[in-house]
């Protein structure tokens, strides 16, 4: 039974691959290359699944294209740029610092911020301790809690 707990848990430990073998490159460092490159970019269907972990039809056909511009010579930045002018910034993990991402980059912080914040006002809008509770108590209660608390003393 454990051995089957350990083999489950080494499958699931190990990464998925979609990578086909029709599509590995004979060179090993243009593969390694591709696959450095594919790792950064994002299938546009399963969305937050990089391009070599995904089945999907476009996740291929994007391997694909890394591939070929691989071939024909293409630096990674050109690839990355090709890919960004097809299907916008939105296909790269690591999107740009700039204007049109910047909602993207400081959105979690600003949260993040505002959160702080609300913590911090309901904070200082709570009661200080039982004090603050006792003072809210009219002359009525205050006898009555005091009846209620010699009856529960011991003696």
Do not use: H
Not at 87 to 106: C, E, I, N, R
Request: net charge negative; proline share 7%; charged share 25%.
């Amino acid at each position: 039974m454990i051995r089957i707990w350990i083999m489950t848990l080494v499958l699931l430990a190990s990464p998925a691959a979609a990578v086909e073998p029709d599509e590995v490159l004979s060179d090993p460092i243009l593969e390694e290359r591709a696959r450095a490159i594919s790792s950064k970019v994002r299938c546009v269907v399963c969305q937050n699944e990089p391009i070599d972990n995904s089945n999907a039809g476009v996740a291929r056909d994007l391997r694909l294209l890394i591939r070929e511009r691989l071939v024909a010579g293409d630096s990674d930045q050109e690839i990355f740029d090709f890919l960004v002018l097809r299907y916008g910034d939105f296909v790269l993990f690591k999107p740009p610092f700039k204007p049109s991402t910047y909602a993207l980059w400081l959105g979690p912080f600003v949260i993040l911020l505002i959160g702080g914040g609300a913590v911090v006002v309901s904070l200082a809008r709570r009661p200080k301790g039982p004090a603050a509770s006792a003072a809210d108590l009219s002359v009525e209660e205050e006898t009555e809690l005091a009846k209620l608390m010699q009856k529960d003393t011991p003696q």
